[in-house]
């Protein structure tokens, strides 16, 4: 058997040791070596400096993952230091506030939209709490609950932020409301007196003109040092417009900050913006300014607690709402009063707005507020379709501050105004039926009637505190008995044109002081007497 063979290789072997102890000793690597050892040795050197000044940190992030998403609402697990209020982010960039905090689960609400977001995605806790631009900057500007603008004027310009939600001052902090709010309507200033720093409920039903009302106290803050904020809680977008038209058309956007939510928005925004506008007006408040703050309304602030409790499968009680409806109110509307000077001196005032079904005040959300709150006043559905206009209902309505919160030229021609009325609707109620009426209650019926009229007043025009004095005088001293009733209106507007023209040091003193002495009471009842005898004169009548 012939003797097997290995094959030749292909190529010879290399032997890279050799080769490289050649190269290694040649001349020209020897050279290329001492010029380069320098460089290296720098490199090195630097190296080991920039190494030497890094510190090495480990941050932790918490993380959770979605479960379930959908209405504004996600159901998140992990994140096991969240805390209640906090701010978490999602994968799109959209925020979320967690609302409610369970063992093995907490539920988030979004502050936008959730599209693009799904279950398995996670989440970034952030440890901060949910923050709004506060500041003056914000007067005169549109935006929505987070701060952020809606107008068309450039981004805001203000480094101030403040949470969203804050514990309410003190008692120690707070001193006794003394100094009226001027809202312009003689009904509200001589009937149910408003002081700077008090909570007054205004209660009505639908259309019965609960936010003009709110508005004209607005607008009578044109000549004062009120800075304003109007909260639109789920309004329509066309009726929130017509609003802040009517605030620009007055000039009264400039003191006026205006914070909406329509009912397009999540419900997170609606929840969120009556808190929204109350930290502004907080930020202003101890800044020393006073502050008037408008929420519209939170009937539908209710809602919208109601519709997030709902979906996070919190327990429903009394009409759905959930347990601590209460605390949603009563943490907002604690925060408003008046500071000390030790504290900034300024003060808060809130008029808040719920909406009534059929006139019934011992509804749920009403009952809650009104004990909450330092007053109502309750708009009737009756006087405003015959044309009584504010329809204030004088038996009904209080203000819990009284004339304690009163100018004094007010509290001087208006102490017996509230209880004539009240007398003139019991009569007038039962006049409606036909029953005999004696001389005496037929003249009080009348008398009601003029009166009713003196405190009738077309939207959007308040009135100088001068003036409401002139023509409640006029009233309280039954120069206006034998006159018209259709007529009295007229003689009102004319008087008080005649004051401003003929006596306009008394009516600037009025103005300036508030108060009304025996010498300028006696100058105006002259004028008064002088120009009813020229306007009945003139034929008039």
């Not at 408008?294 to 109601?306: G, M, N, P, Q």
């Not at 499968?313 to 008046?338: I, M, N, Q, T, W």
């Amino acid at each position: 058997m012939p003797e097997e063979r290995a094959a030749a290789p292909l190529f010879p072997p290399f032997d890279v040791q050799g080769a490289l102890r050649e190269i290694t000793a040649s001349a020209t690597f020897k050279a290329q070596a001492v010029r380069l050892l320098p460089d290296v040795t720098t490199l090195l050197q630097s190296l080991h400096r920039e190494t030497s000044a890094i510190q090495p940190t480990v941050h932790f992030r918490d993380v959770g993952t979605v479960q379930h998403i959908g209405n504004g609402v996600a159901r998140l697990s992990g994140l096991p230091h969240a805390r209640i209020d906090e701010i978490v982010t999602f994968p799109t960039g959209v925020q979320g506030l967690v609302l409610n905090l369970g063992r093995r689960h907490l539920d988030v609400i979004l502050l936008g939209t959730d599209k693009g977001i799904q279950g398995g995605d996670l989440v970034l806790g952030s440890g901060a709490r949910l923050q709004i631009p506060v500041g003056s900057e914000l007067l005169g500007r549109v935006i929505n609950s987070l701060g952020l603008p809606l107008d068309e004027k450039p981004a805001l310009d203000t480094a101030v932020t403040r949470c969203l939600e804050r514990d309410a001052p003190t008692i120690v902090e707070r001193e006794p409301l003394n100094k009226s709010l001027h809202t312009g309507l003689k009904v509200v200033d001589a009937l149910v007196p408003i002081g700077r720093g008090q909570r007054e409920l205004i209660l009505g039903d639908r259309q019965t003109g609960k936010t003009t009302l709110a508005v004209d106290a607005i607008l009578a803050q044109a000549d004062s040092d009120v800075l304003c904020v109007y909260v639109a809680v789920g309004q329509k977008k066309s009726s929130a417009m017509v609003t802040i038209e009517t605030l620009r058309k007055a000039g009264a956007l400039a003191y006026t900050i205006v914070v909406i939510s329509s009912p397009d928005d999540p419900p997170a925004l609606r929840y969120l913006a009556p808190y929204a506008g109350c930290t502004m007006g907080e930020a202003l408040m101890e800044d020393g300014h006073d502050v008037l703050v408008v929420y519209d309304d939170l009937s539908k602030h209710a809602d919208a607690y109601r519709e997030l409790s709902l979906l996070l499968r919190r327990p429903p009680g009394r009409e759905a709402y959930p347990g601590d409806v209460f605390y949603l109110h009563s943490r907002l509307l604690e925060r408003a009063g008046k500071l000390r000077a030790s504290s900034g001196g300024g003060s808060l005032t809130a008029l808040p707005i719920v909406q009534t079904q059929r006139g019934n005040i011992s509804a749920y959300i009403p009952t809650n507020l009104i004990s909450i709150t330092d007053g109502q006043i309750i708009l009737d559905a009756e006087r405003f379709n015959r044309g009584v206009k504010p329809a204030v209902h004088a038996g009904l309505s209080v203000s819990r501050v009284g004339g304690a919160a009163q100018s004094g030229a007010m509290r001087a021609v208006a102490g017996d105004l509230r209880l004539e009325m009240a007398q003139y609707d019991e009569v007038a109620h039962f006049a409606r039926f036909g029953a005999d009426i004696d001389a005496a209650t037929q003249r009080q019926i009348q008398r009601g009637r003029r009166l009713q009229q003196v405190l009738t007043q077309p939207p959007h025009r308040p009135l100088p505190l001068a003036e409401q004095i002139v023509s409640i005088l006029a009233a309280i001293k039954g120069h206006l008995d034998d006159l018209p009733v259709e007529h009295v209106l007229a003689f009102e507007r004319a008087l008080a044109a005649h004051c401003r023209k003929t006596k306009p040091d008394l009516m600037d003193l009025i103005a300036y002081s508030g108060e009304l002495d025996e010498e300028t009471e006696r100058g105006l009842l002259e004028a008064i007497v002088t120009f009813k005898q020229s306007w009945l004169e003139e034929g008039a009548i």
